[in-house]
Structures are given as structure tokens and as C-alpha cells.
């Protein structure tokens, strides 16, 4: 039996007998793994997150095992997409693909909505297609530093193969994490066959655009001038120039950003604007601010959603009610204790969020959508209550998302675009 101590479901048994179905942890329990190092998140029997060599070998039947070895080009993958300046330099690539969805959309509701009066005028769609898009569109900027085309009324076959291909592999992932891949390969189960295909077509999409920023790259540097479209070409294209990476570690890595990156933010966007939707004096407080802040912003994106906080408390607030990881995991490399049970080293820990993120003992009203309950500081927080560790959603640590500030920004800016229209 796998041991795993698990905050509500299956329960850890071997040592400590069962807990309470009630039982979830806590920040301060989280703040206990943190403390404890090396602690890495549990890898997949199928990786979602694994290399195309990977797939390949899976496809041929070679499994790896679960491995937590840490991968170090992930400290030169945050120099590019975490740190401040980077965030700096794709930004406004971001915020191209938010203003031009927003036209996008304010055309539509002017040709098809309902009701005579300008600028009043109605329309009920389903948005989760058109956030797809736009989460695809929006990735493919900031990694490949180019646009794909995806709000044109007719996308490039290459574009629409690409949609398709992301599609398949997200709608296939989650019953493969459940069902044995050597199993689902013996008997050639087609779910199996096309998970694999998705991930050819998506590594080649990735190749394609490997050897276009090679050329753009190696023409502007021959001729001594910028690369095509700009200084910045991208996280590809700074991860090229820099040249820390070997290529397969570059093709891997912006192939995984690129699948880790879609349904992630379309999804919370819909929430967003789901709750954004039905508690309209919330909305009305975050469009305030936000139309303050960007006429103060002079067109700067950046300042503007730094001006904006309520609009930060906005992502924050819909990811703590509905969390897109619905755990994060951790192996601890020491035994530690969690709420007075002893948990020994390599037992799975499982924080689960959904429970947590609405749970009275963490959070007041935890049922209210209030975004202004971020901004309370740390010394503002009652005394002896643990501030950090409540917001969870990118996971924590090391090993925390790193596409978060991509998704953060992406999901304030489409919001704030939309505010403001
Ligand atoms: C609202 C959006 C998102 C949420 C809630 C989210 C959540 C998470 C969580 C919980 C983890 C595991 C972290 C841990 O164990 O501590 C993770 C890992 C990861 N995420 Fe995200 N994510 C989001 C968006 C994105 C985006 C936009 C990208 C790519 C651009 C991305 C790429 C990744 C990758 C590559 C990993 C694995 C990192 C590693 O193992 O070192 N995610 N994400």
C-alpha cells in the first residue's frame, strides 16, 4: 500500500490509525513541509509534465519510475519567466493579446447582442471556447514571442492542428493518470495512442518554432540589427539567446509552459467572471479602482495593475474557491509532525485546497467572494495566526508554479481590459 497521509480522502494508516474525515491541513501544517527541505512534488506515473523523449519511451513501452530528482534548468527557466524583469518583458506581450480580445468580443456583442441603445447592448455566450483561445494565443505570444492567429476568423491549418492537438492531450491526460500506462499500451488503447500523437504534434509545433527563432536570432545578429518584431522574442527566444540550455532542454521545458498553460487560466477566467458576474457591488468596487488606476497608468500596463490590488485579490479570491490543482504534494525527506500525528519521510502529504480555501478556521466568511481580504498585511492579521501559507494555488516553494506570474498577469490583464471596456 502507497503510504499517503492525505488531508481528507484516503487515509494514511500504517502508523497512525485513521483521522478524522473532517481533518484538513492547515497553514501552520503547511508551513511544518515547507520548514522540512528537499521536499519535491510527487511525479506522475504518466507525466504531464514529461519530456518528448519521455513520451517516446512510454510509447515504446520503456516506464520510468516515479522519480523526485530535481531538474536544474529550472533555475535558469525562472530567470526568464519569474523574476521581475522578465515579467517586465512580457508583459506587453500579454497585454496585446487582452486588448485585442476584448475588441474582439466588443464587436461581436455590437453585431449579434441584443437591445437598440449603443454601448448597452447584450449578448449570452458560452465563454470557455474563446477563453481556450484566448489562453492559447496568449502563451504561444509570450513563449514564442509570436502570434498565432487563433481570434482570426480562419486560422492557419498549422493553428488549427495546434488547437486540436491541445485539446486532445488536455481531454486525454486525467483518465491516464488513473489507468496503468503499461496496461493501456498492451492492449494499444486508442485513448493511449492519441495522448501520444497530441504530444508529437505539440513538440513539433514547439520545433517549428525553435527553428524560426534560430533564423530570426542568427539574422539580426548577422546583420547587427534587432530580432524581427523587437527586442524580445519571447521566452524562447531569450532562453536561445542566452544559450544556457542545451536545445532539448529548451524544446522540453517551453513545450511544457506551453501544455501547462492553458486550461489553467481559461478556467479561473471563467470563474472570474462567473463571480465578477453575480456579486455586481464587488464588481463595481474592482472597476473602480481599475479604471482609477489605468487612466493614472498612462498606458502602462504594469503600473496600472500595480495600482490595482483588488484586481490581484480578484485571482486570488476565485483561485482559493476553485483551486485548479486540487492538491498539492510533497514528499517530506525527514519524518515531520502534522497536526500531532508523526508522518514519516516519503510518505506523500497531500494538501488539498478545495477544502482548505473555504474552511472557517482559515478564512472569515470563507463562503463570501470578497477580493479586498488580500490586502490585509501580516501585522494587520490577528496575533498568532499564520498569514503565509493561505494562499496555495501555485503550490509553494522550490518546486511552485513556474508559470505563475504568466498566469497572473495574464488573468489581471484580461479582467482589467474587460473592466474598462
Ligand atoms: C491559474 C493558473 C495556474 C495554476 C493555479 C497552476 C498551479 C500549479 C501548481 C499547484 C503546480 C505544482 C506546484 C507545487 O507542487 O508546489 C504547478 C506546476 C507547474 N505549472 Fe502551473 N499553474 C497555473 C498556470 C500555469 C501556467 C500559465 C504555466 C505555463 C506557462 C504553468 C506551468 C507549470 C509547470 C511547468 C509546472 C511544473 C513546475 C515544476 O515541477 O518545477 N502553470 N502549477
Same mark, same amino acid.
Given at each position: 500500500?502507497?503510504?499517503?497521509?492525505?488531508?481528507?480522502?484516503?487515509?494514511? +494508516?500504517?502508523?497512525?490509525?485513521?483521522?478524522?474525515?473532517?481533518?484538513?491541513?492547515?497553514?501552520?501544517?503547511?508551513?511544518?513541509?515547507?520548514?522540512?527541505?528537499?521536499?519535491?512534488?510527487?511525479?506522475?506515473?504518466?507525466?504531464?509534465?514529461?519530456?518528448?523523449?519521455?513520451?517516446?519511451?512510454?510509447?515504446?513501452?520503456?516506464?520510468?519510475?516515479?522519480?523526485?530528482?530535481?531538474?536544474?534548468?529550472?533555475?535558469?527557466?525562472?530567470?526568464?519567466?519569474?523574476?521581475?524583469?522578465?515579467?517586465?518583458?512580457?508583459?506587453? =506581450?500579454?497585454?496585446?493579446?487582452?486588448?485585442?480580445?476584448?475588441? =474582439?468580443?466588443?464587436?461581436?456583442?455590437?453585431?449579434?447582442?441584443?437591445?437598440?441603445?449603443?454601448?448597452?447592448?447584450?449578448?449570452?455566450?458560452?465563454?470557455?471556447?474563446? =477563453?481556450? +483561445?484566448?489562453?492559447? %494565443?496568449?502563451?504561444?505570444?509570450?513563449?514564442?514571442?509570436?502570434?498565432?492567429?487563433?481570434?482570426?476568423?480562419?486560422?492557419?491549418?498549422?493553428?488549427?492542428?495546434?488547437?486540436?492537438?491541445?485539446?486532445?492531450?488536455?481531454?486525454?491526460?486525467?483518465?491516464?493518470?488513473?489507468?496503468?500506462?503499461?496496461?493501456?499500451?498492451?492492449?494499444?488503447?486508442?485513448?493511449? *495512442? @492519441?495522448?501520444?500523437?497530441?504530444? !508529437?504534434?505539440?513538440?513539433?509545433?514547439?520545433?517549428?518554432?525553435?527553428?524560426?527563432?534560430?533564423?530570426?536570432?542568427?539574422?539580426?545578429?548577422?546583420?547587427? *540589427?534587432?530580432?524581427?518584431?523587437?527586442?524580445?522574442?519571447?521566452?524562447?527566444?531569450?532562453?536561445?539567446?542566452?544559450?544556457?540550455?542545451?536545445?532539448?532542454?529548451?524544446?522540453?521545458?517551453?513545450?511544457?509552459?506551453?501544455?501547462?498553460?492553458? !486550461?489553467?487560466?481559461?478556467?479561473?477566467?471563467?470563474?472570474?467572471?462567473? %463571480?465578477?458576474?453575480?456579486?455586481?457591488?464587488?464588481?463595481?468596487?474592482?472597476?473602480?479602482?481599475?479604471?482609477?488606476?489605468?487612466?493614472?497608468?498612462?498606458?502602462?500596463?504594469?503600473?496600472?495593475?500595480?495600482?490595482?490590488?483588488?484586481?490581484?485579490?480578484?485571482?486570488? %479570491?476565485?483561485?482559493?474557491?476553485?483551486?485548479?490543482?486540487?492538491?498539492?504534494?510533497?514528499?517530506?525527506?525527514?519524518?515531520?509532525?502534522?497536526?500531532?500525528?508523526?508522518?514519516?519521510?516519503? *510518505?506523500?502529504?497531500?494538501?488539498?485546497?478545495?477544502?482548505?480555501?473555504?474552511?472557517?478556521?482559515?478564512? @472569515?466568511?470563507?463562503?463570501?467572494?470578497?477580493?479586498?481580504?488580500?490586502?490585509?498585511?501580516?501585522?494587520?492579521?490577528?496575533?498568532?495566526?499564520?498569514?503565509?501559507?493561505?494562499?496555495?494555488?501555485?503550490?509553494?516553494?522550490?518546486?511552485?508554479?513556474?508559470?505563475?506570474?504568466?498566469?497572473?498577469?495574464?488573468?489581471?490583464?484580461?479582467?482589467?481590459?474587460?473592466?474598462?471596456?
Amino acid at each position: 500500500m502507497e503510504r499517503t497521509f492525505n488531508a481528507l480522502g484516503p487515509i494514511y +494508516r500504517e502508523k497512525v490509525g485513521t483521522l478524522s474525515s473532517v481533518n484538513i491541513l492547515l497553514p501552520a501544517d503547511i508551513s511544518e513541509m515547507f520548514k522540512s527541505e528537499g521536499l519535491h512534488p510527487r511525479r506522475m506515473t504518466l507525466e504531464p509534465w514529461a519530456t518528448h523523449r519521455e513520451i517516446r519511451n512510454h510509447r515504446k513501452g520503456v516506464f520510468l519510475k516515479n522519480g523526485e530528482e530535481w531538474r536544474s534548468d529550472r533555475l535558469q527557466l525562472n530567470k526568464e519567466v519569474m523574476m521581475s524583469a522578465a515579467v517586465r518583458r512580457f508583459l506587453p =506581450l500579454l497585454d496585446d493579446v487582452a486588448k485585442d480580445f476584448c475588441r =474582439l468580443l466588443e464587436d461581436r456583442v455590437e453585431r449579434e447582442g441584443r437591445g437598440a441603445e449603443e454601448a448597452k447592448r447584450s449578448l449570452t455566450i458560452d465563454p470557455s471556447p474563446d =477563453l481556450f +483561445r484566448f489562453a492559447l %494565443e496568449a502563451s504561444c505570444h509570450v513563449l514564442y514571442g509570436e502570434r498565432i492567429g487563433l481570434f482570426s476568423s480562419s486560422p492557419s491549418l498549422e493553428s488549427q492542428k495546434f488547437i486540436w492537438a491541445v485539446e486532445r492531450m488536455l481531454t486525454t491526460t486525467p483518465p491516464l493518470l488513473y489507468l496503468p500506462p503499461r496496461l493501456l499500451l498492451r492492449v494499444g488503447a486508442p485513448l493511449w *495512442t @492519441e495522448h501520444a500523437t497530441a504530444w !508529437d504534434h505539440i513538440f513539433s509545433h514547439a520545433e517549428a518554432r525553435i527553428q524560426r527563432a534560430y533564423q530570426r536570432l542568427s539574422s539580426s545578429q548577422g546583420s547587427g *540589427t534587432v530580432a524581427a518584431g523587437g527586442l524580445y522574442g519571447g521566452v524562447l527566444g531569450q532562453l536561445i539567446e542566452k544559450g544556457k540550455l542545451s536545445l532539448d532542454l529548451i524544446k522540453a521545458n517551453i513545450t511544457e509552459l506551453m501544455a501547462g498553460g492553458v !486550461d489553467t487560466t481559461a478556467v479561473p477566467l471563467q470563474f472570474g467572471l462567473f %463571480e465578477l458576474g453575480r456579486n455586481p457591488e464587488v464588481q463595481d468596487r474592482v472597476r473602480q479602482q481599475v479604471k482609477r488606476s489605468w487612466a493614472q497608468a498612462g498606458g502602462d500596463p504594469q503600473k496600472a495593475l500595480q495600482g490595482a490590488p483588488l484586481l490581484k485579490g480578484t485571482i486570488k %479570491e476565485i483561485l482559493r474557491l476553485y483551486p485548479v490543482g486540487i492538491t498539492v504534494q510533497r514528499y517530506p525527506v525527514h519524518d515531520i509532525v502534522l497536526q500531532n500525528y508523526h508522518i514519516p519521510a516519503g *510518505t506523500m502529504v497531500q494538501a488539498c485546497l478545495y477544502p482548505m480555501g473555504r474552511s472557517s478556521q482559515v478564512f @472569515e466568511e470563507p463562503l463570501n467572494f470578497d477580493p479586498g481580504r488580500w490586502s490585509v498585511s501580516r501585522e494587520e492579521g490577528q496575533r498568532g495566526e499564520v498569514m503565509g501559507f493561505r494562499s496555495l494555488a501555485f503550490g509553494f516553494g522550490a518546486r511552485q508554479c513556474v508559470g505563475r506570474r504568466i498566469a497572473e498577469n495574464e488573468m489581471q490583464l484580461l479582467l482589467m481590459h474587460f473592466l474598462c471596456l
